[in-house]
């Protein structure tokens, strides 16, 4: 007799579908060579040099064990003193921070420490996939609220006032957004600050890992920033995004020290600790990263405004991103779902992008598409558009 091995997998596991982002990244990797891809979250730079070097002798020294739990004192400083410096946010770094295995660990142990079953979390579609995920793991309750190409995909006060319960635990403000680009000013957060201070039991997560990736021109404004609103923000960050740092798997969390002991204790069993070769390579990152920080966030500025006007040519409306290294167009009209027109733009044209509905049903007739990639790439497959774009509307695809 078969083994039924589905019967065997959790109804929870069973329920949630795999991303779509990887089947189109797989998909683009069976193609090989020939194939541009727009499709993965991902910066196309090397860590910079003086933060490789720093692991790798970080190895000769032999520093090759176990860190503390909560991550090495020295990383927690100087995470500490980073964001202060660049986001004027102070955290205690013996009880208020705790290192993780990426941003994406930060998120799983927050849903892990905070929900009972049945609680509620706001999350704002479209978004990265993972917030749907950790909640739905953890028992919890995924309350969306569909955030709008009108509204620039902010997040509305007079949306989250309607979307809050007395089971809602926390809500997930993730800006700048994976997959809009989007972000929130400190006039649109202040609306946001004051719709919470009328509901004093929900917590907010902040999802900050593209915070350095911000072309608003402004500084960048966290929620927590709010003197009213820190006690009650855990602000996730990490590496991988701003440092070019996506393989060495570093992220943090900080916020109210009894949560982050709470965090700990399910990082303790579940993980241990951190790669101890990355947090030592993090802390020249913090220390010494800021003048590679910005010649990326230029670059990834100048290839912005070429995949704008290059949307622009192939006929598509999009929204201007202001963060992030995502457009996320519409393709409303050309008759094709947006899983159609990827699979078909990947087949017809050889550039990968993503569904946009692999971020929610509401990111349905839209595309991601990530300028995470060299300048000469985004302007073939603008040009692959382009020609992709004309022939769906006269009729002329194969
Ligand atoms: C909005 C957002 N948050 C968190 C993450 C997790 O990143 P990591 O686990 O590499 O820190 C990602 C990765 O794509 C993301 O887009």
Redesign the pocket.
């Given at each position: 007799m078969e083994t039924d091995y589905q019967s065997k997998i959790s109804k929870v596991v069973n329920e949630i579908k795999p991303s779509a982002i990887r089947r189109f990244f797989d998909l683009a990797n069976e193609l090989k060579g020939e194939v541009i891809s727009l499709s993965i979250?991902?910066p196309d730079f090397v860590t910079p040099w003086n933060i490789r070097e720093a692991g790798i002798f970080s190895l000769e020294d032999g520093y090759t064990h176990y860190s503390p739990n909560q991550g090495y004192i020295e990383v927690r400083k100087a995470i500490s003193e980073y964001l202060e410096r660049r986001f004027d946010l102070k955290y205690d770094p013996k009880g208020q921070i705790l290192v993780t295995?990426?941003?994406?660990?930060a998120?799983d142990l927050i849903a892990r420490a905070l929900i009972d079953p049945g609680d509620e979390v706001i999350i704002l579609e479209p978004?990265?996939v993972?917030y749907r995920a950790t909640v739905t793991l953890a028992h919890g309750v995924p309350v969306v609220i569909e955030t709008k190409e009108k509204d620039n995909y902010k997040l509305m006060p007079e949306d989250l006032e309607a979307a809050i319960t007395d089971k809602t635990k926390y809500l997930i403000l993730?800006y700048p957004?994976?997959p809009t680009g989007a972000t929130m000013s400190y006039d649109d957060l202040c609306k946001i600050r004051d719709v919470l201070m009328r509901h004093p039991n929900v917590f907010v997560v902040s999802?900050e890992?593209?915070s350095e990736l911000n072309y608003t021109g402004s500084r960048p404004v966290s929620i927590a920033n709010f003197p009213e609103l820190y006690d009650r923000t855990i602000v996730?960050n990490?590496?991988?995004?701003s440092f070019a740092m996506?393989g060495w798997?570093?992220?943090y969390m900080a916020g109210p020290a009894p949560l982050v002991a709470a965090m700990n204790k399910v990082h303790q069993y579940c993980i241990m600790c951190s790669p101890s070769t990355a947090q030592y390579a993090v802390i020249e990152a913090c220390r010494n990263g800021d003048k590679e920080v910005e010649e990326m966030r230029a670059e990834y500025n100048r290839r912005r405004r070429v995949i704008i006007n290059g949307l622009k040519n192939a006929g598509l409306t999009c929204f201007e991103p202001t963060g992030?290294f995502y457009a996320f167009p519409s393709i409303e009209g050309l008759g094709l779902t947006s899983e159609q027109f990827c699979e078909k733009f990947l087949m017809e044209k050889k550039v990968a992008i993503v569904p946009g509905n692999a971020f929610g049903a509401c990111g349905e007739g839209h595309v991601r598409i990530s300028y995470a990639a060299s300048l000469e790439n985004i302007q073939e497959a603008m040009i692959r558009l382009k020609d992709f774009v004309e022939e769906l509307k006269d009729g002329s695809t194969k």
């Open positions: 979250g991902e295995v990426g941003g994406s660990e998120l978004c990265f993972a993730g957004g994976n999802d890992l593209y996730v990490g590496f991988s995004k996506t798997r570093i992220g992030a």
